[in-house]
């Protein structure tokens, strides 16, 4: 009877620790969200973001804070709540995606909807958002309950994470393009978010083969730039992706498990 008390004493320590660790996280999207609405989108989005961050559009990488400073406030809404969060060892790195949808100024009835990713990296105390990436889909999505990975490496000082993350990505990539979809299976985490334009995002290796029968085309990547966790335990990608006369830009989530890295989330706006 005592070691099973101990041991759900030291479960609900676990539990606590991990939901403690990606809360600060969340809390960021939360309040990111809640800005949008008191203010407006462009407010929002200035106060929140890195000096370096970057969005998409059309295929394109433009520098966040130009982009946004460029567009006229409205009182269209933009509203989007998180519903997967992924804090690196150290809490420096944090991934977060969610539902969004759109509602014009003026009107109550929603026009368009879609699912996000924003990559949040730790500045003194504070988050801020570094790489935000969206698509479209019709699909409604209910308010999500929130999922989430806190992870806890013990590693070696120096590890070089970076640096096998990419090497990771260019065997992935290189492997895409010899044997198409089944380059994933090698590489698909257990809770990996496939999120494709024009669908609702899956979650799942269970769910894999759906996600990748909407991947439609052999599509060429081509990384443009990355950024990895202080303990090299999660790390970013992005990029363009083509796809014949299609253009556009992906974004891969890299995780490690002891030695291996592994793709827990990718977002693919084509």
């Known amino acids: 009877m005592k070691t099973l008390l101990t041991l759900l004493l030291l479960l609900s320590v676990t539990i606590s620790f991990s939901q403690d660790s990606w809360l600060p996280v969340v809390n960021a999207e939360k309040r990111f969200a809640s800005y949008a609405l008191e203010t407006n989108t462009k407010q929002a989005f200035l106060k929140f973001m890195d000096t370096g961050a970057i969005v998409f559009k059309d295929g394109e990488i433009l520098k966040a804070k130009p982009t946004w400073e460029a567009k006229t406030p409205n009182k269209s809404k933009l509203i989007w709540e998180p519903s997967f969060v992924i804090v690196s ?125 909407n991947m439609s085309g052999i599509l060429q990547f081509q990384a443009v730039g990355s950024g990895c966790s202080e303990q090299g335990d999660l790390g970013y990608v992005y990029g363009y992706v083509n796809d014949k006369d299609k253009k556009g830009n992906y974004l891969r989530i890299w995780r490690r498990i002891g030695r291996k890295w592994m793709i827990i989330l990718q977002t693919i706006t084509i």
Do not use: C
């Not at 990436?133 to 699909?139: I, N, P, Q, R, W």
């Open 89 to 213: 060892t150290g809490g420096d790195l944090g991934i977060t995606s969610g539902p969004w949808q759109f509602k014009p100024e003026g009107k109550d009835s929603v026009v368009a909807r879609g699912e996000f990713t924003t990559v949040w990296i730790r500045k003194d105390t504070a988050y801020k958002w570094i790489i935000d990436m969206g698509v479209d889909h019709e699909a409604q999505v209910q308010s999500p309950n929130i999922t989430g990975i806190a992870l806890s490496h013990v590693e070696r000082t120096g590890y070089p994470g970076l640096r096998y993350m990419l090497m990771a990505e260019n065997n992935f990539i290189n492997n895409y393009n010899n044997s198409g979809k089944d380059a994933y299976r090698d590489v698909a985490d257990n809770d990996i978010h496939l999120i494709n334009n024009g669908f609702a995002p899956i979650h799942g290796i269970y769910k894999i083969d759906e996600a990748l029968t």
